[in-house]
């Protein structure tokens, strides 16, 4: 037994060379590719956001709509939170943005408080701007029939 291991050992690393794939891993290919774990590789440009496309379709009931504009420089910290300068129930009306709905002020016991809730606050845990990018992975979700 202890000699089988051993030697299941040595043959794996006589073959392996920095740079190679492990076969033997699943054949799964990984987010980073084909790149080996011990080879840097190269982070790629920062994907350009899609400009002011208007509100989208949800695609199932509790999904978190997507944010349809841009949000650089959109500063979420301790003290400032930019989003809420629009979505805010106070100044939604006057910046023709919708409201952040009641379940954004409710605690995780069932309580509604009087401002936004800190579940809630980190906007973009949940609510994500959209990049022209092509699926990784096929994928053949659909949305539920009542939204199709
Ligand atoms: C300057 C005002 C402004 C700021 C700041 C702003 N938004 Fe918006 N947002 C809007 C407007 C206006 C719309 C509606 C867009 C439309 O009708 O095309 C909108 C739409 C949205 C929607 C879509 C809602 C739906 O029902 O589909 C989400 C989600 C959203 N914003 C999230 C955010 C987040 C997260 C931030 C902060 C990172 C943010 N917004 C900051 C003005 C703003
Ligand atoms: C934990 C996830 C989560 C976080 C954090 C969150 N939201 Fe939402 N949001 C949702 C979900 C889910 C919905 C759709 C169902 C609902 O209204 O609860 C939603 C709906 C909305 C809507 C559409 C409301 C409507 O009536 O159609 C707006 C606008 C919005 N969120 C803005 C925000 C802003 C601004 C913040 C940050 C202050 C925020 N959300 C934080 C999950 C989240």
């Not at 790149?35 to 590789?41: G, S, V």
């Not at 504009?69 to 910290?77: C, I, L, N, P, S």
């Not at 409201?99 to 509604?112: K, L, N, Y």
Request: proline share 8%.
């Amino acid at each position: 037994m202890v000699g089988t291991l051993l030697l299941t050992v040595w043959v794996g690393l006589s073959q392996a060379q920095p740079g190679d794939i492990d076969a033997n891993a699943g054949g799964l290919s990984a987010l980073r590719g084909e790149t080996a774990l011990d080879i840097d590789k190269d982070p790629g440009r920062i994907k350009d956001p899609v400009k002011d496309q208007g509100i989208q379709d949800r695609q199932y009931i509790h999904q978190p709509p997507l944010v349809p504009h841009q949000v650089r420089g959109y500063e979420v910290d301790l003290k400032v939170n930019r989003c809420l300068s629009c979505h805010g129930w106070k100044n939604a009306a006057a910046r023709k943005a919708p409201r952040v709905s009641p379940t954004h002020f409710e605690t995780r016991d069932g309580m509604t408080l009087g401002d936004i809730s800190p579940r809630r606050y980190f906007c973009m845990q949940c609510h994500v701007p959209q990049t022209d990018a092509k699926p990784l992975v096929d994928n053949v979700f659909t949305p539920v029939e009542s939204l199709r």
